[in-house]
């Protein structure tokens, strides 16, 4: 058994005295490209890492759900008829109010948001044992990972029948309403729905997947994560402020959402809309061509080709959407005088990871470039590693 899920089984059977029934797991995810594109019901290609979180699991015979993980040892347990009454207000209440700690309602936020979508009276409790190496705060989605593993283990123990897609928008819930983060789908999706060697080109509109090959291995070439250990939290301030300006931008200029202007609309909606809020918009616009353009790329030249878009992406986060940090930054900078292919930040921003696409021999030469240009900078060591697109959820015993 993977080592991380040996752990959710040992921590499981601490808590119950018992063995598993099974174990789910699901992956974190590097986003290759289309930031703050989905809740813009825009264009995205993310694809799963190897980096997963086991979820064992059990029933139990008294209707009550109970959750232990490795982030925090002591178990909370609620009352399955109490879930609704828990995160069925306002949007992260519980989460806010102290009576679930946060990384709780992750799990819980799914087992209530799976329930909600239907009727299913006498579900029997279930204990629930969280193990995870997708690394914490760094844009690879480690809410996801829980997010799908918990999914995919209540859909086995509650028979719910449920899809891929229908997991996926379960943990867009938990995490909207019970977490109180107001992000778009396209982690869940790019977890839930991985394929090895593959990124998955969403629409965000329509939930429509590809499957994109990416060609790195056969062209040499690695994915180099750079985590600059700056914690984010989507639960507060920035995200929010990003999706509140899109919204506007979209209302303003009278479309449904921002997929619906083009880059060639871009020049009326400079007269027509605030500097700040004009470039929010240019960039959510620019950046979902940019994923078309990559798509576009990978098939027609494969991934040598894709360099100039993803440094691209990463000038328009940092100098329009203005999500950066100077680490993000001085890594991709870093990372591009080394010599890589291309580099961006991943994920939602103001911390967190960038990529960059290195050839296989000038990794090690990479990681040290980068490493010094943080020392000169005077931030602490990134902490560097390489990810190769994986699978999605999956029964591992
Ligand atoms: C976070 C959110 C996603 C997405 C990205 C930015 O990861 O969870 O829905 O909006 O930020 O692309």
Redesign the pocket.
Known sequence: MNPTAQVASNLFSELTGSSPESVWSAPGRA?LIG?????NEGFVLPFAIEHRTYAAVGRRDDGIIRVVSTFDRTPVEVAIVELSALFGGAAGEAVQSGSVPEWAAYPLGVAWAALARGSYPGVPGVDIAIASDVPIGAGL?SSAAIEGATAAALDELWGLDLTLLDMAKIGRTAENQAVGAP?????QVSSIMGEYDSATFLDCRSLETQAVDLGFANEHLSVLVIDTRVKHS?STGGYGERRASCELGARTLGVPALRDVTVGDLERAKSVLDDVTFRRVAHIVTENQRVLDTVDTLRAEGPRGIGGLLVASHVSMRDDFEISVPELDTAVSAALDAGAIGARMT??GFGGAAIAVVENDRLDETKQQVSSAFAAADYAEPNQFTVTPSHGVLRDA
């Open positions: 986003n930031e703050h594109t989905d809740y989605s992000t778009g789908i396209m982690d989507h994920g939602g």
